[in-house]
């Protein structure tokens, strides 16, 4: 079985450019889900979608971010304009949804390494 | 809320010595806890996760972790490292009502030949 894919796997940006980055859940998997990693520290949650749904972007800055998941399969983020500040890892991942939501197990990809110059 | 706090950002140890990585936890209702590790230039991988039943879970690769509700912790247990083993792990909480998953801040276990 194919796992979570991303691409790319790395992106040097001037800084005020756009950036997208794109990810393919697990097949079957409804649940999607775009974290960032800034170094040394744990993933902190973007946005969640429930199929082609956004059901939690709380975190997600919406000045300049931007996600869509159309037709509930894959999806893009999206950062425009990037600061300096953005540079981190953005991680995909998904889940089946066949347990209760707290208890799924996510699946994560290789992430995207994104440094913004 | 939810958070976790994971002690020790790095944890050096013998190869065949044992190993034990601690994660505390606050919630204020019932949770899952999941133990990941990530080794570089790569996702996040399931090492094991507590639901309900027994405190204690085994996981791949060996590892373990025993669930304390009363001190709320979920510490990584292995009885013999491998070279292997050295990667980032990170503990994490989710609620029942699935919002979010809250991660801690890593632990780099390096194991020394």
């Known amino acids: 079985e194919a796992g979570v894919v991303q691409s790319p796997r790395y992106k040097i940006i001037e800084k005020k450019q756009p950036v997208a980055f794109w990810c393919n859940p697990i097949?079957?998997?409804?649940?999607l889900y775009w974290y960032r990693q800034n170094l040394g520290q744990g993933p902190e949650l973007l946005i969640r979608?429930?199929?082609?749904?956004?059901?939690?972007d709380s975190q997600l800055p919406k000045d300049r971010f931007s996600a869509e998941r159309l037709k509930g399969v894959d999806s893009t983020l999206k950062i425009q304009p990037a600061e300096l500040g953005d540079s981190a890892v953005y991680l995909c991942?998904?889940?089946?949804?066949?347990?209760?939501?707290?208890?799924?197990?996510?699946?994560f990809g290789p992430g995207t390494r994104l440094t913004v110059l | 809320a939810q958070s976790v706090t994971q002690l020790d950002s790095q944890v050096p140890v013998f190869e065949e010595a044992p190993v034990e990585l601690r994660c505390n936890y606050s919630?204020?209702?019932?949770?899952?806890l999941f133990w990941y590790v990530q080794y570089p230039n790569q996702g996040l991988q399931l090492l094991l996760k507590?639901?309900?039943?027994?405190?204690l879970v085994k996981g791949i690769n060996g590892f373990e972790a025993e669930f304390n509700k009363s001190q709320t912790s979920f510490h990584l247990r292995k009885p013999s490292v491998h070279i292997s083993d050295t990667a980032e792990y990170f503990c994490?909480?989710?609620?029942?009502?699935?919002?979010?998953?809250?991660f801690g801040g890593g632990t780099r276990l390096m194991v020394k030949p």
């Open positions: 991942a998904s889940s089946s949804g066949t347990l209760s939501l707290g208890g799924d197990t996510q699946y």
């Open positions: 097949s079957g998997h409804n649940t």
């Open positions: 979608y429930e199929n082609e749904e956004a059901v939690d």
């Open positions: 919630s204020s209702v019932s949770v899952y």
């Open positions: 507590y639901l309900s039943g027994s405190t």
């Open positions: 994490a909480v989710n609620n029942n009502a699935g919002n979010m998953l809250t």
